[in-house]
């Protein structure tokens, strides 16, 4: 199934149904008493460093976001954020931004936001000692023409059960539509509860790239939204990044580049030598690879030689995962839970990266055929929606895929 049939399965939502959602969730937003909206960590590079984020509806003299060890003899400090306005179709906001830098390892901290006369709750912000072991909550596509009902559920199913995960991912496909502020504004509350206390890693997907009349465009929301780690490009900043957590490097690739090539050409050609470079330079035990598009052409799921049902994508980033001797690539994009396994030289192996293509959180499914070759492990069908988590120990690289209800659907560990 291509790009453009999947962007012609959405154009069957009625366009009047977004704006019949509008002005209720407006009504709603502007009704409440706060003007800490959103309030959100985001992984930085180094997890001694953080970011947090939140929108205010109005402007506000006094800003100030106050942090703390937890320790009743610790001092507070204060550092002021940036402050941005935005707009996003009719909506003005702000969106400020606040980078907490040389973070003690191993240890927690609370911090507040001070906006004029209000405050926030404290919340928590974990730390983790160098190489500490850890567990990701990884979550596929949450695109959903149902208010984000379905995402809220299977988030909840996984924050309730994971209430020791470090951080959480999502593959990309945040929303349906990145242009249309209604549909972020349900991502968010979906997860409002979880998003001041998780550090979140976002990844970018092809419809975070699409505007109202469902045309490609540069991903304006996404990249305001989440202030990520640099990548030494000005162009192409917040696009794809890295980041190091625990004994686990990684790396965060863009796969957009049909719908960016039109807009601002050239983002394979930066990507490329940066995902060489940062892959050569880390000390890391384990390289993991997270992008949103899957690597399977499953309209070339049945031909007799493996390389022709490998997607454009694959065959662009596949050699380099090989020659860096990545462990792990995960994707999403096709909305179903499918185990690659190894491949090696575009063929299955016994070695090379293993590849998962994640599944779905939200509620548009496609109907993919299973792989002459390459689907190891696919779920039950009709399949259900899933989140996965990721568990580091010191020598065991674990990924676990559950069903929206919790239940263990498969399992893949790798040793080294
Ligand atoms: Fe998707
Ligand atoms: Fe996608």
């Given at each position: 199934m291509t790009d453009i049939s999947r962007r012609s399965f959405l154009?069957?939502?009625?366009?009047a149904l977004l704006s019949l959602c509008l002005p209720g969730l407006k009504a709603a937003s502007a009704s409440s008493?706060?003007?800490?909206?959103?309030?959100r960590q985001l992984m930085a590079e180094d997890p001694c460093c953080r970011t947090i984020m939140w929108h205010s509806l109005q402007p506000h003299g006094n800003v100030q976001l106050q942090y703390k060890l937890n320790d009743a003899a610790a001092s507070v400090s204060s550092i002021s954020p940036k402050t941005d306005k935005f707009t996003l179709g009719d909506e003005d906001f702000y969106i400020c931004t606040a980078r907490l830098e040389s973070l003690q390892p191993g240890h927690i901290y609370s911090y507040q936001v001070i906006q004029d006369n209000e405050a926030s709750d404290w919340q928590k912000l974990s730390v983790p000692a160098a190489n500490q072991p850890f567990k990701a909550l990884i979550f596929p596509d949450s695109q959903c023409?149902?208010?984000?009902a379905t995402w809220h559920n299977v988030a909840e199913t996984g924050f309730s059960k994971n209430t020791d995960a470090a951080f959480f991912v999502n593959m990309g496909?945040?929303?349906?539509?990145?242009?249309?502020m209604f549909q972020w504004r349900q991502w968010f509350q979906a997860i409002e509860k979880h998003l001041p206390q998780l550090p979140f890693a976002p990844v970018m997907g092809?419809?975070?790239?699409?505007n109202l009349q469902w045309l490609c465009h540069l991903p304006k929301a996404f990249l305001s939204f989440f202030a990520l780690p640099g990548n030494g490009s000005l162009k192409w900043q917040r696009y794809y990044y890295d980041f190091t957590y625990g004994s686990v490097h990684f790396i965060v690739l863009n796969t957009m580049m049909e719908e960016l090539d039109p807009l601002q050409p050239g983002l394979l050609d930066s990507q490329l030598p940066w995902l060489t470079q940062v892959v050569k330079a880390s000390t890391a035990k384990w390289q993991v690879v997270l992008m949103h598009?899957?690597?399977?052409?499953y309209e070339a799921?049945?031909?007799?030689?493996?390389?022709?049902?490998?997607?454009p994508v694959g065959r662009v980033f596949m050699p380099y995962f090989d020659e860096l001797n990545i462990d792990l690539v995960l994707t999403a994009h096709q909305h179903t839970y499918r185990r690659h396994d190894h491949i090696k030289n575009f063929r299955p192996a016994l070695d090379g990266p293993v590849y998962i293509d994640?599944?779905?959180?939200?509620n548009c499914r496609y109907d993919v055929p299973r792989t002459r070759h390459f689907d190891k492990v696919m779920l039950p069908q009709p399949e259900v929606d899933n989140y996965l988590t990721l568990t580091a120990a010191e020598t065991k690289l674990t990924v676990n895929c559950y069903s929206?209800?919790?239940?263990?659907m498969d399992s893949c560990t790798l040793a080294k």
């Open positions: 154009k069957l939502l009625p366009a008493k706060s003007d800490i909206i959103f309030l023409s149902d208010g984000y496909d945040l929303v349906d539509n990145g242009a249309a092809n419809h975070e790239t699409y598009k899957d690597i399977i052409n799921a049945l031909t007799d030689n493996p390389y022709d049902s490998i997607d994640t599944g779905n959180a939200g929206h209800d919790g239940l263990l």
